[in-house]
């Protein structure tokens, strides 16, 4: 970094504010620097920052299914947002998995990481304990809360309410969901939401017509599958999320079951697919991009010393499409 700033002739804090980025500079002595550092092929030592800080610059977003495009938009955003903190995402993948949800932010406080962004699948409050512990800022993005910790969730009370409307306008009047599994993290306040705001439009969402699975598109062919063969098949399914509805739409098919003819179908998240399927995926939105702008503020809040847990509530919109 000194021959660096020689070279340019600045000082070597100049040098460091314009590869962090944390300090604004003159647009003449940043194109100094940075063509100083290509002349000289400089790079930065990561490790050796690390040590001198106590902190990398690496940030951990912890997911269930980077499959799922959700949370792949989620990590495009927030890598987008630390890029000028000079920091970097990685991805890491649990497949749902407590075990591994375990392991990584294990890994996250033994390599230092900067901060972790984690969406639970099986997680329990009590296994957050260690990360929180050594002082690494950590932000949730969740449906529940997840005690003393940043927060970013869902707010789908007007959006679920729409999407009832729009059900029952259709005459509707059996409602199911295909739901996520009883051991998630929280229990499955999607499907809670959904009963209670059904009760309000005079419908019900009776045991019987409630199947449960992993969030894929498995056990979306599985759970409608399930459903068509109850005594009395729901003319409304919900699902948890796109991918489960997107496996409806195949079991449908392949039942020979028109959507929405016979069945109007609803999803959650609007994912980047749901308005290429066929029929297009009527949905519940809850904007990945927003979810991850928000999340790297909190991250960015943590770091720069603010001590006060914060809850952010993203606003989930309705989507109407032709599945309903």
């Given at each position: ?9 600045v000082s070597s804090a100049t040098v460091s504010y314009v590869l962090s980025g944390k300090r604004s500079v003159a647009p003449a002595t940043r194109a100094a620097v940075e063509a100083a550092v290509a002349e000289l092929g400089f790079t ?281």
């Amino acid at each position: 970094m000194a021959d660096v700033a020689r070279a340019a002739g600045v000082s070597s804090a100049t040098v460091s504010y314009v590869l962090s980025g944390k300090r604004s500079v003159a647009p003449a002595t940043r194109a100094a620097v940075e063509a100083a550092v290509a002349e000289l092929g400089f790079t930065v030592n990561s490790a050796a920052r690390s040590l001198r800080t106590g902190r990398s610059s690496l940030v951990a977003l912890i997911v269930p299914d980077i499959a799922n495009p959700f949370f792949a938009q989620l990590a495009a955003t927030l890598q987008e947002e630390l890029r000028g903190l000079g920091m970097h995402v990685v991805v890491c993948n649990t497949g749902a998995r407590r075990d591994e949800e375990r392991a990584l932010l294990a890994e996250a406080v033994q390599q230092r990481f900067a901060g972790v962004v984690i969406t639970p699948f099986r997680l329990l409050a009590r296994d957050m304990e260690p990360v929180m512990n050594s002082g690494i800022p950590v932000v949730v993005s969740a449906d529940v809360s997840f005690g003393p910790v940043d927060l970013v969730t869902p707010e789908a009370r007007a959006a679920t309410r729409q999407a009832l409307e729009r059900v029952t306008a259709a005459r509707r009047r059996r409602i199911a969901m295909i739901a996520g599994p009883r051991d998630a993290t929280g229990g499955d306040p999607r499907l809670e939401l959904l009963r209670t705001l059904a009760r309000q439009f005079g419908t019900a969402l009776p045991r019987e017509l409630v199947v449960r699975g992993e969030h894929t598109r498995e056990a979306g062919a599985a759970g409608f599958a399930e459903l068509m063969g109850r005594r009395y098949r729901p003319d409304a399914v919900f699902c948890a999320n796109d991918v489960i509805a997107v496996g409806a739409m195949d079991k449908a098919r392949e039942l020979g079951i028109d959507i929405p003819g016979d069945v109007a179908l609803v999803g959650h998240d609007d994912a980047a697919f749901a308005s290429l399927v066929r029929p297009q995926l009527t949905t519940i939105r809850y904007p990945a991009e927003q979810v991850g702008r928000a999340a790297a503020q909190l991250l960015k809040e943590r770091l720069d010393g603010r001590s006060v847990h914060r809850t952010v509530q993203v606003r989930a919109e309705f989507v109407a499409r032709a599945s309903v």
